[in-house]
């Protein structure tokens, strides 16, 4: 029997042998641990009328080949080791990815690419994510989005980012071990440099996104910017698969030498 800190993720069953029902019960970081208490709280939340409106549209409404299940249709917590040295940020759930299936990066075509990437430089354990029983392990690894919900069209607005914010700030107060932030998207990378604005006197215009820059921030961490693992990046080459186990593999190869350096 496997355990994810402290939770049996190989003993979970499904509602019935004809429904797929995600439930908080199913998610280690909400039942138990040092971040229960904010997880609780974040899929609760219904702060954004807008966002609340189209998540449960969506979970009412299902894509065809979804049918059997049951959309978890709530904001949607972080995932992995709360103790990792890794961050990724990523900028929502996707309507069928997350809000399906309760968590991040999992059951969507950007989950598929990412998940398999990181697979394949051993931060994951397997190379699927498909739902909150699947038995994906992250290694030394955490990954959030920025915004809980999933926004229509893939666009929050300034004011869903804000309201949302407090929660990312509440992560990354919690996440002390991290060394490298890895921001999916030019929004996670810009909402991460916001925060760290709150404590020192950075200008966004000093930090331009691009894949595979990295910046060093004033309290000695790593920024990385990735381009986001999204269909649309992925289909027109812009990100492919050669290019994502590379910055990966750079990310592994820094933190065994800062920890080795450091040990």
């Not at 049996?8 to 909400?30: D, V």
């Not at 269909?231 to 698969?241: A, G, S, Y």
Request: aromatic share 12%.
């Amino acid at each position: 029997m496997i355990y994810y800190y402290g939770f049996n993720i190989y003993n979970i069953k499904p509602t019935s042998m004809s429904t797929i029902t995600p439930t908080a019960k199913q998610h280690p970081l909400i039942i138990k641990g040092s971040m229960k208490s904010l997880y609780q709280e974040v899929i609760k939340c219904k702060m954004c009328p807008r966002l609340v409106d189209f998540r449960e549209k969506i979970a009412k409404e299902k894509r065809k080949q979804y049918n059997d299940w049951v959309y978890w249709g709530k904001p949607i917590p972080g995932y992995g080791d709360p103790n990792a040295e890794l961050l990724l940020v990523g900028l929502a759930p996707a309507a069928h990815g997350g809000n399906r299936t309760g968590r991040v990066f999992t059951g969507d075509k950007s989950a598929e690419f990412l998940i398999k990437c990181l697979y394949d430089v051993n931060i994951a354990n397997q190379p699927n994510s498909d739902r909150l029983d699947d038995g994906l392990i992250l290694q030394n690894a955490f990954m959030t989005p920025v915004l809980k919900c999933v926004p229509p069209q893939d666009k929050p607005t300034a004011e869903e980012i804000r309201n949302c914010s407090n929660y990312f700030s509440y992560e990354m107060e919690m996440l002390k071990k991290v060394k490298v932030i890895l921001a999916l998207g030019k929004i996670g990378f810009d909402q991460c440099l916001k925060y760290f604005r709150n404590e020192f006197d950075l200008k966004l215009k000093d930090y331009p996104f691009g894949h595979d820059r990295r910046y060093s921030l004033p309290n000695g961490k790593i920024l990385w910017a990735c381009y986001h693992p999204s269909p649309r990046n992925v289909n027109t080459r812009r990100l492919n698969h050669e290019m994502m186990v590379e910055l990966l593999d750079k990310v592994n190869s820094y933190l065994y030498n800062y920890n080795y350096v450091n040990k």
